[in-house]
């Protein structure tokens, strides 16, 4: 069935290829770096929720990232690009385990944040992340369960790292008092 899927995607029609070629490398990009980096200025002089948002964001994009590496590090499984010889590759090819979508992983951790700190504001991230995901099936790199376990480490990165940050907030306020009238 997952390769019955990724074939399904990845066969979908060229004219979407630039719009998939560019979620999937983005980063690589001059264009994606610039709306990447005006992305986060905005967010930096939005204001103080919006610097706390990227922030945790970036961080628990740093923490999908290394468990992304761990998974793919310790459960070695080939990429379809690897591993099939009919791929439509539309990027470079990967050679490195696809176990878990670090793509996948990063955008969804980032969208977890931004969901949590902005609600329904947050949903274009979701849209963003859910795009990424499907976009490294149609360029050839990443098979849908890579794509969906790599969409799991970074919902959860964002869960962990959000509430992590809301624990360690409370511990550091100061304990309320509590004064009883006679």
């Not at 999937?24 to 001059?30: F, L, Q």
Request: aromatic share 10%; net charge positive; glycine share 8%.
């Amino acid at each position: 069935m997952d390769e019955a899927v990724f074939r399904w995607i990845n066969g979908w029609p060229d004219w979407l290829a630039p719009m998939f070629v560019f979620l999937s490398d983005a980063t690589k990009m001059t264009e994606g770096r610039v709306l990447l980096g005006l992305a986060a200025l905005g967010l930096v002089i939005a204001s103080n929720a919006t610097r706390k948002a990227l922030l945790l964001g970036l961080l628990s994009v740093g923490v999908a990232n290394e468990i992304t590496d761990v998974l793919k590090g310790t459960f070695q499984m080939a990429r379809p690009c690897v591993e099939l010889e009919d791929v439509i590759l539309r990027v470079g090819k990967l050679t490195s385990f696809g176990t878990a979508s670090a793509h996948s992983a990063n955008m969804a951790a980032l969208a977890t944040i931004f969901w949590l700190a902005f609600r329904w504001r947050g949903s274009v991230w979701m849209v963003v992340a859910l795009l990424t995901g499907i976009s490294r099936i149609y360029v050839g790199v990443h098979y849908p369960s890579q794509v969906l376990l790599g969409w799991t480490c970074g919902v959860l990165a964002g869960i962990v790292v959000w509430y992590t940050w809301a624990a360690w907030v409370r511990l550091r306020s100061p304990k309320e008092q509590i004064v009883e009238s006679s």
